[in-house]
């Protein structure tokens, strides 16, 4: 069960993302981006449900756990079915996709080499994370919430209930209990899932994330490579200190905090700035086409451009909200929600003035 609970955790994620993908009705999303929404959202609906049967319902930890599992199999479930009707309506249409396969040079190949090496040392770094880093308080907590079966009611470090209870601010993080969910129903070791898998497909996400923003920019696939090679050279030197982002990554991937700095803020500014690029493009082909569009056609072609406008700005806007909504429930109201809230704000002023600026050139 252990086996299986792991490719569950790591697979949740993308069979989330497709969903979304198909609600949004949206084929530019990558296969990487399917993988970092579909994480998001997971985070957020383990928040949202943890929340709400702790600080509305004042439900026990089994009852909301069995919700939790329930959701998952609904999730599987709705993926299956998703994939079965995409690939009737596939063959259905006798479409076939035309992937193109660009030569790999030597150099890129090499690169290629390089940038694998690094990965496995990665992850033979976390694998060989010394016994006495690993404890600590959510390491605590979930223990606790397991031996107990209650939600935030006992000090995980005494293992005595709290006298006064725990202020409601500090209960709408609900990473340790959805861990401790994950530990109870799929019987993974805590040590294995904490220090282990959950690091592991962190940094996995935060390579995508990273990689996703960065790759637009560069536009090259050995520059893109040069940068995952140095991405992972700095994180295997980056842990010389408690607080730089690479301890937090190979030591305590599990974090919220971890997951906001390395993963969600660089996936936040990759959707702002690929919003910009899609809203630049859109109006640089509908200022061309205007003035080829005979008038019966201008109507009809105007009326299609503002509905896939909305179309573009609904998309963009729910990828924000997932990611401030999942910060909310991972981080509490603290330095992590402020700081995606924060970049949001600042890079869609940015983004907006930009647009003015072209618009009176």
């Not at 890129?108 to 990965?119: C, E, P, R, S, Y």
Request: some cysteine.
């Amino acid at each position: 069960m252990g086996n299986l609970g792991i490719i569950v955790i790591l697979t949740l994620p993308y069979m989330a993302g497709y969903i979304l993908k198909n609600i949004m009705n949206n084929k530019e999303i990558s296969q990487i981006e399917t993988y970092l929404i579909g994480f998001f959202f997971v985070l957020l609906l383990q928040g949202g449900i943890f929340s709400i049967g702790n600080l509305g319902l004042n439900k026990s930890f089994a009852q909301i756990s069995n919700t939790m599992w329930i959701i998952t199999v609904a999730i599987f479930v709705l993926f299956l079915l998703l994939v079965f009707i995409n690939m009737g309506k596939r063959i259905k249409k006798g479409h076939h996709d035309n992937v193109y396969h660009a030569k790999w040079h030597r150099q890129d190949l090499i690169l290629l080499a390089f940038v694998v090496l690094v990965g496995l040392a990665v992850v033979f770094r976390v694998i060989t994370l010394k016994d006495y880093l690993r404890s600590d308080l959510m390491l605590a907590t979930v223990r606790t919430t397991i031996s107990t079966g209650t939600m935030f009611e006992y000090n995980p470090i005494i293992s005595q209930p709290f006298t006064l209870g725990l202020i409601s601010s500090k209960k709408i993080i609900t990473l340790p209990l959805y861990y401790a969910y994950l530990i109870s129903y799929f019987g993974i070791d805590e040590i294995l899932l904490l220090y282990i898998v959950l690091s592991l497909q962190t940094i996995m996400c935060a390579y995508f994330a990273c990689i996703s923003f960065m790759v637009p920019i560069i536009r090259n696939r050995r520059k893109s490579l040069i940068f995952a090679f140095f991405l992972g050279t700095v994180l295997l030197s980056g842990d010389y200190y408690s607080g730089t982002v690479g301890t937090k990554l190979l030591w305590h991937g599990y974090l919220g905090e971890s997951i906001v700095a390395a993963v969600m803020i660089p996936y936040v500014m990759y959707v702002i700035t690929a919003w910009y690029r899609q809203e630049r493009n859109y109006r640089r082909e509908n200022a061309g086409n205007n003035n080829t569009l005979a008038k019966t056609e201008e109507e009809r072609s105007k009326k299609s451009r503002i509905r896939e406008s909305i179309h573009i700005y609904v998309v963009n806007i729910l990828k924000l909200l997932i990611c401030l909504g999942a910060s909310l429930f991972i981080t509490g109201i603290t330095a992590g929600f402020l700081i995606v809230a924060i970049t949001i704000v600042i890079l869609g002023i940015c983004s907006i003035s930009r647009f003015i600026v072209e618009e009176v050139e």
